[in-house]
């Protein structure tokens, strides 16, 4: 399952040893192709990696810290420092791909 991240609050996220954050807006139609996928890959690789979300418009401060220009933005956590970032819809295979390099 997808957590949701509220509040400006990614302690959860940065505790985490490989965290992956969808950046998205409910706005965003690419955000709203992504979330379906992001959601099937949270299921497929529970225990291996941590997956949330964040609501750009809600955590303005959080787009801002991570530079967040362009949604749907995908950031790799690992141990609590950004490793990777990826901008815009991808599919499944490449997303599963884009995550498991840092697995």
Do not use: H, R
């Not at 690419?30 to 299921?43: D, F, K, N």
């Amino acid at each position: 399952m997808v957590k949701i991240i509220t509040n400006n609050d990614m302690s959860e996220a940065k505790s985490s040893k490989l965290a992956v954050i969808d950046f998205s807006a409910t706005w965003c139609g690419p955000c709203q192709m992504l979330a379906p996928v992001m959601e099937e890959l949270s299921e497929e690789l529970a225990g291996k990696v941590d997956i949330y979300s964040v609501d750009v418009d809600k955590n303005p401060e959080l787009a801002e810290e991570f530079n967040i220009m362009s949604i749907p933005a995908i950031a790799v956590l690992k141990d609590g420092e950004k490793v990777d970032m990826a901008v815009g819809f991808q599919p499944k295979a490449a997303m599963q791909a884009f995550i498991e390099k840092y697995m």
